[in-house]
């Protein structure tokens, strides 16, 4: 009875140990930065038969995460949180690259609104700080509507990349 209970036991636990290492392998290949397989479909429907057909994309894995980030920030913090939103719900992210550590984020027209100069400082120090967590990136270019000389809200001049430190130094002289 021993033995039984004894070999129950040690298959539980390699099982235990398989299931681990696999769902640590899956984790490992969500935060390397390779890119990945996309398998979408669309319509290719003729006559009466409606017919889907594949068509494969490659994302990198990197741009996938800066995405997420960006589209977190949009979505706004929970409700119960006590914070404030920093972009318009309307906001699209048109476009994220990356480019020598630096992320390039250009974003729809709509997250141009009438702010005070600290609420775009936060803005911007929101949407750096939560982007710069990717250890990968050291600093970040945001466009809006692929425009390179931009502002959120008039008070920092965005048409450099930056990181925390050298937000103070966009600001504008005079408005």
Do not use: W
Not at 20 to 43: A, C, G, K, P, W
Not at 142 to 162: A, H, M, Q, V, W
């Amino acid at each position: 009875m021993q033995k039984i209970f004894f070999s129950i036991l040690v298959i539980m636990m390699l099982s235990f140990y398989s299931c681990e290492n696999q769902n640590n392998d899956r984790m490992d290949t969500l935060t390397d930065n390779s890119n990945v397989i996309l398998h979408i479909y669309f319509d290719k429907s003729y006559g009466d038969k409606v017919v889907v057909e594949e068509e494969a994309r490659e994302i990198n894995k990197l741009e996938y995460k800066l995405m997420m980030v960006m589209q977190e920030l949009i979505k706004g913090p929970s409700p119960s949180s006590g914070l404030s939103p920093i972009l318009p719900k309307n906001t699209q992210v048109l476009s994220i690259s990356i480019k020598d550590n630096i992320a390039i984020i250009d974003l729809s027209k709509e997250c141009k609104i009438q702010m005070e100069e600290k609420k775009e400082e936060a803005c911007l120090k929101s949407i750096i700080t939560s982007i710069l967590k990717i250890e990968e990136i050291k600093k970040v270019k945001i466009n809006i509507e692929s425009n390179p000389n931009c502002t959120l809200g008039g008070y920092f001049d965005l048409s450099n990349p930056l990181d925390i430190e050298n937000i103070p130094m966009a600001k504008f002289i005079s408005k």
